[in-house]
């Protein structure tokens, strides 16, 4: 076997196996008091079992490296592999690893179960061909790579959460004889789900007849989302400045930007690094600040619920993003126009002349048939339906300036 290194930036992960007709590989016993079994659909989490000094007993031959080079212990354990002072490895049990970019990372062991797993016969909800199939494997680990969107995943929208879940099963051979049928195979099965939100992550392994209820494990994380500043500018006769402003856009080394008061200023939010055409980006609000802190004050509105701030004598403008504008996943950018402006002093009410920060808060939707994630502007917005995501992150451009030039105005 070629060696294979799972490099992973990793937020949170958790492991839990099902097994029928076999026990677990560590030579420790654990007694769990009886619960009431949990349905899958509604999936809970398992402590972790005892017995780790076993689970890291891997001959040198069969270790599979886990984590990025350098790894210390600490950082071993937090994604749930074994360290022997030099080196991270995939320990004897099922582990399963979401990464940033949407993937799932499933390495199993033969030696999970007594007896031991079929490597040969494990398969996903979409079968074990093509991106279900192994990427490397040796005689004691599979690993398996693959989009969140792939292998018959189901996704779902929970809490503000967009959930992947999928299920890994062992089969096994069945003898048949006259009087009877028989198997001396291990029966294994294991559903795992990926959480993704604005700000965080999590993994999650589901015994479908768990016995323990603690909560999910959750840290910062990947569903990253990008605010940033339009700079296209019209140089031929009969150009369409609003046509071209998202052609081009302000790098980090531009910022602090320089405005005039009305003239446009050309924002997009847009979530980086997704492939999954089902989610849609929604926009709760957008309001900006005279400083970087989101939460500081004074504020303006620019958009309540999605829709333009009613009390704004020049409306924020929504700018439509569709099939037409280029992109893979135009579901996953939204796009709007404001008029420069700069805030007022509240007592002498003279204009303050300081930066400007654009601030919105971010989620992520999944449609149905009586929600379509897209805001109702036209009149006053309907209550979300069951399954509307909640705020999930806060994105914020870089300064503007206000400047009193003497350049022409925009109105």
């Given at each position: 076997m070629t060696t294979t290194r799972i490099s992973l930036a990793l937020v949170g992960l958790f492991l839990v196996f099902n097994y029928v007709?076999?026990?677990?590989a560590s030579s420790q016993a654990v007694k769990m008091p009886p619960q009431a079994p949990q349905l899958p659909g509604k999936p809970t989490m398992q402590p972790q079992i005892p017995g780790q000094v076993a689970k890291c007993q891997v001959q040198d031959y069969e270790r599979v490296p886990c984590g990025e080079p350098g790894i210390n212990g600490d950082q071993c354990t937090t994604i749930n592999c074994c360290f022997d002072g030099q080196q991270c490895y995939y320990g004897k049990?099922?582990?399963?690893q979401c990464t940033l970019d949407g993937q799932f990372v499933l390495v199993v062991a033969r030696d999970t179960t007594v007896p031991r797993i079929s490597l040969e016969s494990i398969s996903m909800l979409g079968g074990n061909s093509g991106p279900c199939s192994p990427v490397d494997s040796n005689t004691a680990?599979?690993?398996?790579?693959?989009?969140?969107?792939?292998?018959?995943t189901t996704m779902m929208v929970q809490g503000g959460y967009v959930v992947y879940e999928n299920r890994m099963l062992s089969s096994y051979e069945v003898g048949v004889g006259p009087r009877g049928a028989i198997t001396r195979d291990t029966h294994y099965e294991l559903y795992f789900q990926c959480k993704y939100s604005g700000v965080s992550l999590a993994t999650l392994a589901i015994d479908p007849s768990a016995n323990a209820d603690p909560p999910s494990i959750v840290a910062s994380g990947p569903l990253q989302v990008e605010?940033?500043?339009?700079?296209?500018?019209?140089?031929?006769k009969g150009c369409v400045e609003d046509e071209v402003a998202y052609t081009s856009y302000y790098s980090a080394s531009d910022y602090p930007v320089t405005k005039v008061l009305r003239e446009p200023v050309y924002v997009e939010v847009h979530i980086v690094g997704r492939t999954d055409p089902n989610i849609v980006l929604v926009l709760g609000g957008c309001w900006a600040t005279a400083s970087p802190n989101p939460y500081s004050l004074p504020q303006w509105d620019l958009l309540v619920n999605g829709c333009p701030y009613k009390d704004d004598r020049y409306l924020t403008k929504l700018m439509p993003v569709n099939g037409m504008s280029g992109f893979a996943y135009p579901t996953h950018y939204r796009r709007f126009l404001l008029k420069m402006f700069t805030f007022v002093?509240?007592?002498?009410?003279?204009?303050?002349?300081?930066m400007l920060y654009i601030h919105c808060s971010t989620a992520v939707c999944l449609p149905t048939a009586q929600d379509s994630c897209e805001p109702t502007c036209a009149r006053r917005r309907r209550a979300a339906a069951e399954g509307?995501?909640?705020?999930?992150?806060?994105v914020s451009s870089g300064g503007v300036i206000f400047t009193q030039s003497t350049a022409p105005q925009f109105v």
């Open positions: 007709s076999s026990t677990p049990m099922v582990t399963v680990f599979a690993i398996y790579q693959f989009p969140v969107t792939a292998c018959g605010l940033r500043l339009g700079n296209g500018h019209c140089v031929a002093d509240p007592g002498s009410m003279a204009p303050m002349h300081e509307s995501p909640h705020t999930s992150g806060i």
